[in-house]
């Protein structure tokens, strides 16, 4: 994944913008923007209660990679790519997830559900990790109903519910860098990983 460490600032109205003001609007720098999860976590980790959010974060990957869901992206949105405490003098709660995941050597989608029903559980990834959690697999034939699927996210994700565009954050799934993510995020505050 191509990924770049600049992320456009908070807009006047306390999002991200959807394209980089910076820059033509014809370039790569738009939404969803691709950085690494190392980058995403020094730019929000900017309060104990969003590093907090941010260890959830990193133990629902450490929690998806430990049962084979080891290659993809993720999609992370939600007031908390919101300058949240600014607009509505609150901290965010949760960091919304689309996880676009490769399936598992030897699995298909029902084999690994049932293997891992509680890794799909919405309410307990949510109360567990602070990340209101859906799930999307990569590889597979695409039908009219993926297409829609997909353009769902795309496009609830880019506005706000006052119809404002904004724009959201990509980042790999890979773990190889997760632990000096770790690191990255208790040097932004002190927060430690449970």
Same mark, same amino acid.
């Given at each position: ?5 600049a992320?456009? %600032?908070?807009?006047?109205?306390g999002?991200?913008? #959807?394209?980089?003001p910076?820059v #033509?609007?014809t !370039?790569?720098?738009r939404s969803?923007y691709?950085v ?6 020094i730019?929000f980790g900017t309060?104990?209660k969003?590093?907090?959010i941010? !260890?959830?974060?990193l133990?629902?990957? +450490?929690e998806m ?11 992370l949105? %939600?007031? *908390?790519l919101e300058?949240?405490?600014l607009? +509505?003098?609150?901290?965010p709660?949760?960091i919304?997830?689309v996880t *676009?995941?490769?399936m598992p050597?030897n699995e ?6 049932n ?9 307990r990834i ?10 999307f697999?990569l590889g597979?034939p695409?039908? /009219?109903f993926?297409?829609q699927?997909?353009?769902y996210?795309?496009s609830?994700? !880019?506005h706000?519910?006052?119809g404002?565009w904004k ?5 790999d799934?890979?773990? !190889?860098h997760? /632990?000096?993510?770790q690191v990255a995020?208790?040097m932004c505050?002190g927060?430690q990983?449970?």
């Amino acid at each position: 994944m191509n990924v770049s460490n600049a992320l456009p %600032g908070w807009s006047e109205f306390g999002v991200l913008p #959807p394209i980089n003001p910076e820059v #033509p609007g014809t !370039s790569s720098e738009r939404s969803p923007y691709r950085v690494s999860l190392e980058d995403f976590v020094i730019r929000f980790g900017t309060s104990e209660k969003r590093r907090e959010i941010l !260890s959830g974060l990193l133990r629902f990957r +450490e929690e998806m990679h430990k049962r084979g869901i080891v290659s993809g992206f993720q999609w992370l949105n %939600g007031s *908390f790519l919101e300058h949240i405490e600014l607009s +509505e003098d609150r901290d965010p709660r949760d960091i919304d997830v689309v996880t *676009f995941f490769d399936m598992p050597k030897n699995e298909n989608q029902d084999s690994f559900f049932n293997k891992n029903k509680e890794l799909f559980d919405h309410d307990r990834i949510k109360n567990k990790y602070f990340v209101d959690s859906y799930f999307f697999v990569l590889g597979e034939p695409v039908d /009219a109903f993926k297409v829609q699927n997909i353009s769902y996210w795309y496009s609830m994700w !880019s506005h706000r519910r006052d119809g404002l565009w904004k724009g959201f954050v990509q980042v790999d799934l890979n773990s !190889s860098h997760d /632990a000096d993510v770790q690191v990255a995020l208790t040097m932004c505050g002190g927060f430690q990983h449970e």
